[in-house]
Nanobody
């Protein structure tokens, strides 16, 4: 009932920048939080950054000062601006959205927790 479409991954040299986007669509009543996670080969998925509906943000220590998360509430879209990229940032990046669905009579329904399909980010010279 909620679809996430990610874009913006690719190959970049160390020190370069990329911007990821994730648009949520479907029977959405409200969105609580939107975030980005990543998973490198042989490693567990880890939180990169998250932003709440009120605009509060939280970042992994490894990306603080280099990555910026933002959201457009009108478009149900979250962005991740990644600057000063390092080879260790190489991973598949996943968008995550938590919120509530629309129920009968446009009232608030059940909560949802959806994941995007993932987008590859490769940092290499």
């Amino acid at each position: 009932q909620v679809q996430l479409v990610e874009s913006g991954g690719g190959l970049v040299q160390p020190g370069g920048s990329l911007r990821l986007s994730c648009a949520a669509s479907g029977s959405i009543f409200s969105i609580y939080a939107m975030g980005w996670y990543r998973q490198a080969p042989g490693k567990q998925r880890e939180l990169v950054a998250v932003i709440t509906s009120g605009g509060s943000t939280n970042y992994a220590d490894s990306v603080k000062g280099r990555f910026t998360i933002s959201r457009d509430n009108a478009k149900n879209t979250v962005y991740l601006q990644m600057n000063s990229l390092k080879p260790e940032d190489t991973a598949v990046y996943y968008c995550n959205v938590e919120g509530s669905l629309v129920a009968i009579a446009q009232m608030k329904g059940a909560d949802f927790d959806s994941w995007g399909q993932g987008t590859q980010v490769t940092v290499s010279s």
